[in-house]
């Protein structure tokens, strides 16, 4: 069924329509999401809900550009992400995406600073520009102070607020998190929700958050209900 | 350039791992550099044209020996232009020190000097040599880890059957030669030569020939010279074999042509082995950074670039293990000639050194070890989807 006009908002910067998502397991077909229609606006904060198994994590990853949708259109500020080739794609999302995981996903053998200047390193800076950068997005999530150490010399909360400079670093307008404080206690959870705020407030950087948490879903500006791969509405 | 602290930082990162199979690369590298010197060495002796000297021994083996008649027959063939027996006798100072042997031989000197240039000593040294029956020469290494200089007396007693005389050989030294390494370079200076006249007399004069050491006027004749020797005797009790002395020696040290291959063979073996393991290690590394590769994926890493990091990596890791090996291949060869017994015979046969396209073969090789290694595991890395190296296992 073709997604209604009212659902289609060609000036946002997320534009899902009509995008459906199946998997086949053996002769039996999965249906993870059935025809979504979704618009976010630049300097939103969305959040995404649902119960396990409802395709949030699926849409995510289809907004990001790091999985491609069976049918329907995904673009994302400006570009059909569809109509990119893979090599584009991953082009792409090194200027425009930035990825906050739930256990952080740091790389274990770089120091924090190193960490956070990995997208750097496929934008043509010199060495002293993007460590100088680096060091800046550690400053705004508060950690300049560890920038040599290593993933395992940090907490969690720690983790992830390197986790989220490595995310914005390359100046992105779109961040996406998939339950940024599912592996945290709840103060750290609460400081990286504070940064994502900040982040959306200040930085002006559109998010979209998938979460199980309903006060991690507060601070979104909008919540959105996934369930069975329909989207519920806000 | 600016990914190479990426690479290092993971090769650094697991260093047990790493310097293992640094470690079993070079030790490959090393094996694949010291044979193929070797055998580079050998053929390049072997296939030398300046073969001047002949040495003729049964066709049997050299445990069978040839009658001292020969020796005349012998001086009648067209192009040769001397003759001298030279027996290993196979003395020692101490049977019960074999470390402190060195090679030593019953020549003609009188023939054998003049044929052997390479051996130089003083016009006093030779008169005294040539006089003394019991008189011998030694090279300036025994001299010197012997503590021996001229007139001292010398004893020695072989292990061969028919030289054991139930009393040790009684020698002086006469002389100390010494070679001129520029000229004659990798001849040893660890050699003893005494009088033939001695052991022959003193075993009753029943002494068979070990060995003839023949010149010839023209090199280009050696293998019609050689020919014509062996038809002479081609009806006798003892027929001969006649070889250069280059090919005569590599023979004996066993690196002739089948055995060049039987190195190469190794050499192609453990290669092999090393390119498993490094390809175990490197699908190892990969399969547990999946997740790490997920998200350089997601970064915006493109395929391409992950792939070439993979490869980089297992390309580090091989030039470690070339680099070493080669290093380690650089002291072995020259080691070698150090060592006890086979260390002579090498002097006599090859100048040893590291050639320099050997080291880059190996170096070049350790490279495509390491890019043939990981390659398998960089393409795995290449083809996975984001979504399934980001599965949580």
Not at chain 1, 87 to 116: C, D, K, M
Not at chain 1, 155 to 166: D, K, P
Not at chain 2, 205 to 217: G, L
Not at chain 2, 290 to 296: A, H, Q, S
């Amino acid at each position: 069924m073709p997604p209604a006009a009212a659902d289609i908002r060609p000036g946002a910067t997320v534009n899902v329509e009509a995008v459906c998502k199946t998997y086949r397991r053996d002769s039996q077909e999965i249906v993870v999401l059935d025809r979504i229609n979704l618009a976010v606006w630049e300097g939103e904060f969305v959040a995404l809900m649902g119960p396990s198994g409802s395709g949030k994590t699926t849409l995510l990853n289809l907004i990001a550009g790091i999985d491609r949708p069976t049918s329907g259109r995904v673009t994302v500020a400006g570009a059909d992400l569809g109509a990119l080739s893979e090599g584009a794609l991953a082009g792409w999302r090194s200027r425009n995406v930035g990825f906050i995981f739930q256990f952080y996903n740091l790389i274990p053998v770089l120091t924090a600073v190193q960490n956070v200047e990995l997208p750097l390193l496929l934008n043509p800076l010199a060495g002293k520009e993007r460590r100088a950068r680096a060091l800046t997005a550690l400053r705004i999530v508060g950690l300049a102070d560890r920038a040599s150490h290593y993933p395992r010399q940090l907490s969690g909360g720690q983790e992830q607020r390197v986790a989220i400079a490595r995310a914005f670093v390359a100046d992105p307008p779109l961040l996406v998190a998939d339950e940024p404080t599912g592996d945290l206690d709840a103060h750290s959870a609460e400081e990286i929700l504070d940064l994502l705020q900040t982040l959306n407030r200040e930085f002006k950087k559109t998010i979209v958050m998938v979460t199980h948490d309903p006060r991690a879903a507060e601070r979104a500006r909008k919540q959105l209900h996934l369930q069975k791969g329909v989207l519920a509405g806000a | 350039m600016k990914f190479l602290p990426f690479i290092v930082s993971h090769v650094r990162h697991n260093w047990i791992r790493t310097s293992s199979t640094v470690l079993a690369m070079a030790v490959c590298i090393f094996l694949f550099a010291t044979l193929q010197t070797l055998v580079y060495a050998v053929s390049g002796q072997v296939k030398s044209p300046g073969a001047f000297r002949l040495i003729i021994r049964n066709n049997v083996s050299l445990a069978f020996r040839m009658p001292k008649s020969y020796e005349a027959q012998i001086a009648t063939v067209q192009g040769v232009k001397r003759v001298s027996i030279a027996n290993w006798f196979g003395g020692m100072r101490d049977l019960a020190k074999p470390r402190d042997f060195f090679p030593n031989f019953a020549v003609e000197p009188e023939i054998f000097l003049p044929m052997y240039p390479e051996y130089q000593l003083d016009p006093q040294e030779r008169q005294a040599f040539l006089d003394d029956q019991r008189g011998c020469i030694i090279g300036k290494d025994i001299a010197d880890k012997a503590k021996l200089k001229e007139g001292d007396s010398l004893q020695l007693q072989s292990a061969m059957a028919p030289y054991r005389i139930g009393k040790p050989f009684e020698f002086v030294v006469r002389g100390i030669y010494r070679v001129d390494q520029v000229r004659f370079p990798g001849t040893s200076e660890n050699m003893m030569f005494f009088h033939f006249k001695y052991l022959d007399e003193a075993t009753g004069r029943k002494t068979a020939v070990s060995t003839y050491r023949v010149e010839i006027s023209d090199p280009s004749q050696a293998v019609a010279v050689g020919r014509a020797i062996d038809a002479l005797f081609r009806d006798s009790e003892a027929q001969t074999h006649t070889e250069t002395e280059a090919v005569y020696a590599a023979g004996f040290i066993s690196l002739g042509g089948k055995l060049a291959l039987l190195l190469n063979g190794i050499g192609l073996s453990v290669m092999f082995t090393i390119l498993l393991v490094t390809a175990n290690t490197m699908s190892m590394a990969v399969r547990e950074r999946r997740t790490e590769i997920g998200v350089l994926k997601t970064l915006g890493f493109s395929a391409g670039l992950v792939l070439r990091l993979v490869i980089g990596e297992a390309i580090a890791i091989g030039a470690c293990g070339g680099v070493l090996g080669i290093v380690l291949a650089l002291f072995a060869t020259k080691a070698f000639v150090k060592a006890p017994m086979i260390g002579d015979l090498l002097k006599r046969v090859v100048n040893l050194g590291l050639p320099l396209p050997i080291a880059a073969l190996g170096i070049a090789m350790a490279v495509a070890l390491g890019l043939a290694a990981g390659l398998v595991p960089a393409l795995l890395a290449y083809r996975s989807r984001i979504t399934d190296l980001l599965r949580q296992v």
